[in-house]
């Protein structure tokens, strides 16, 4: 499996690059970076800046097909990869935690998508998905249709709900976000 970092966002409502905010005195990105090293042989960022990750010794790869957001990223994760699968994240999650997503890894099976509910919702940015997908992928590309829960629609998709998810996360951290100066100052305090 491969681990995919989806860092092509525009940063519009935060004005800077998120995957270089720092919290608890660590980058987000280094801090992403070295979990999944510590868990994949392949670890992919997906950048439309490809220069500012040079410093991360991983594979940095640019979105195939430009202006899709993050069904874009994901496409283009799954087309680079070197394995089957890949978990896939934001760069701007501060808090994934690697126990967690070994266990996700180790509930794929045949499933072509293994995604978590904390009971808010999937979480599409913090998921593993199959290299199977991709037709399906580009043809939802080729629509305009981005919304990457069309996906889930048509696969074999195993949902791991907010009772195992709790015992990794009892705060309920690993999919927080950072969007905005204020999400920051939250997630800080």
């Known amino acids: 499996m491969t681990g995919v970092i989806l860092a092509g966002g525009k940063n519009r409502r935060i004005g800077t690059n998120k995957a270089f905010l720092v919290v608890n005195g660590t980058r987000i990105i280094d801090r992403?970076?070295?979990?999944?090293?510590?868990?994949?042989?392949?670890?992919?960022?997906?950048?439309?800046?490809?220069?500012?990750?040079?410093?991360q010794n991983v594979t940095i790869v640019t979105d195939i097909l430009p202006d899709k957001g993050a069904m874009g990223g994901l496409y283009t994760g799954l087309f680079f990869a070197s394995h089957s699968q890949v978990f896939v994240c934001a760069c701007d999650m501060p808090f994934i935690n690697g126990k967690f997503i070994e266990y996700m890894i180790g509930r794929v099976g045949a499933n072509d998508i293994v995604?978590?509910?904390?009971?808010?919702?999937?979480?599409?940015m913090h998921a593993v998905y199959g290299k199977k997908l991709l037709p399906l992928l580009k043809r939802l590309l080729d629509q305009d249709l981005l919304k990457i829960s069309?996906?889930?629609?048509?696969s074999?998709?195993?949902?791991?709900?907010?009772?195992?998810?709790?015992?990794f996360d009892p705060e309920k951290k690993m999919f927080l976000n950072v969007n905005t100066m204020d999400d920051l100052q939250a997630i800080i305090k």
């Not at 992403?32 to 960022?45: D, P, Q, R």
């Not at 069309?150 to 048509?154: A, D, H, P, V």
């Not at 074999?156 to 015992?167: G, K, N």
């Open 150 to 154: 069309c996906l889930y629609k048509s």
């Open 115 to 124: 995604a978590p509910d904390a009971g808010d919702g999937l979480q599409p």
């Open 156 to 167: 074999r998709t195993l949902i791991i709900h907010s009772d195992v998810i709790d015992a």
């Open 32 to 55: 992403t970076v070295g979990i999944l090293k510590s868990i994949f042989a392949e670890v992919i960022i997906v950048s439309n800046n490809p220069l500012a990750y040079l410093d």
